[in-house]
């Protein structure tokens, strides 16, 4: 069974830091693009980061470039996010996602974490 | 930045087809995927390569594509279909979702 589950959430006063983690099991680790996508309270989803299957490669979205950083211990099947510079408008559940077969264009993210909550508040 | 545009909500009948749509600016040169997200729960994809079901998918779920604008259809929607549903597309390397349409059935 595959499962992805985040940890490292919480309260953080803003110019802060937090690490996030995900660690998934019952999949090749290391054979798959992953993701983290965050949700604020009540809001859509907003796609954050990216990262290919050797840690190599990473995209971010424009807002958390220079702050956010993404990446991977395919040893120890975990994904992390590394937050500085917290900001109150990052406050959001933050979901780990597993992109599809990375042999196949447009295959979405077809397996997520149950998310893990930060909160940047003054 | 690239843009996917939803109904903010859409409201069907038991039994009845609810379609949703997602339209972007060139969105027929990409692949589009659909998710639906209950509430308290993570997002599940429904729909892939705008119109393959994963696997576990009830078929009432479809997906088509027309120009710019993609589709969602749920067919013989079930009061376990009401969720807020996302669109997804790639815009180069970077992922974009559109605003959520908040599907009710009543």
């Known amino acids: 069974e595959v499962q992805l589950v985040e940890s490292g959430g919480g309260l953080v006063q803003p110019g802060g830091s937090l690490r996030l983690s995900c660690e998934v099991s019952?999949?090749?680790?290391?054979?798959?693009?992953m993701h983290w996508v965050r949700q604020a309270p009540g809001k859509g989803l907003i796609w954050v980061s990216g990262i290919n299957t050797d840690g190599r490669t990473t995209r971010q979205v424009d807002s958390v470039k220079g702050r956010f950083t993404i990446s991977r211990d395919n040893a120890k099947n975990t994904l992390y996010l590394q937050m500085n510079s917290l900001r109150a408008e990052d406050t959001a559940v933050y979901y780990c996602?597993?992109?599809?077969?990375?042999?196949?264009f447009g295959v979405g993210f077809d397996y997520w974490g149950q998310g893990t909550l930060v909160t940047v508040f003054s | 930045s690239y843009e996917l545009t939803q109904p903010p909500s859409v409201s069907v009948s038991p039994g009845q087809t609810a379609t949703i749509t997602c339209s972007g600016n060139?969105?027929?040169?990409?692949?589009v995927c659909w998710y639906h997200q209950r509430p308290g729960q993570s997002p599940v994809l429904v729909i892939y390569?705008?119109?393959k079901r994963p696997s576990g998918i009830p078929e009432r779920f479809s997906g088509s594509i027309s120009g710019n604008t993609a589709t969602l259809t749920i067919s013989g929607t079930q009061a376990m279909d009401e969720a807020d549903y996302f669109c997804q597309a790639w815009d180069s390397t970077t992922a974009v979702f559109g605003g959520g349409t908040k599907l009710t059935v009543l």
């Open positions: 060139k969105l027929g040169d990409k692949y």
């Open positions: 996602a597993r992109e599809g077969d990375p042999t196949i």
């Open positions: 390569q705008n119109t």
């Open positions: 019952g999949f090749t680790f290391s054979g798959y693009w």
